[in-house]
């Protein structure tokens, strides 16, 4: 099997618990150490970020930013609370997502 490559997004959704910063550094950062992925993006305002194209390229973040995260209350990408559709009622979204 060949290896995949790629992209990353991340993004922060529902109500920020005390960890929700801790664990996107830890992904940001470990992405960043990756080979395989091409490219770390955070996602501001979780999925709406995304639909509308509105990323962030993490390699061009400050790493003692980044490494402040880790102590950094709230959620540092912002957050939201959107549900999205099931992919049976609305297929053009999700074909969106998946193209972004």
Not at 20 to 40: D, E, F, H, M, Y
Not at 69 to 78: D, E, N, V
Request: hydrophobic share 40%.
């Amino acid at each position: 099997m060949n290896q995949l490559t790629g992209a990353c997004i991340i993004g922060q959704s529902g109500g920020p618990p005390a960890v929700i910063n801790a664990s996107a550094q830890g992904v940001i950062q470990t992405a960043l150490k990756t080979p395989c992925i091409t490219q770390v993006l955070g996602a501001a305002h979780g999925i709406k970020g995304v639909l509308e194209d509105k990323l962030y390229d993490m390699a061009q973040e400050d790493p003692a930013e980044l490494d402040l995260m880790k102590y950094t209350p709230s959620s540092a990408l912002g957050s939201c609370r959107y549900k999205l559709p099931e992919i049976h009622e609305n297929m053009e979204l999700y074909d969106k997502i998946f193209e972004i």
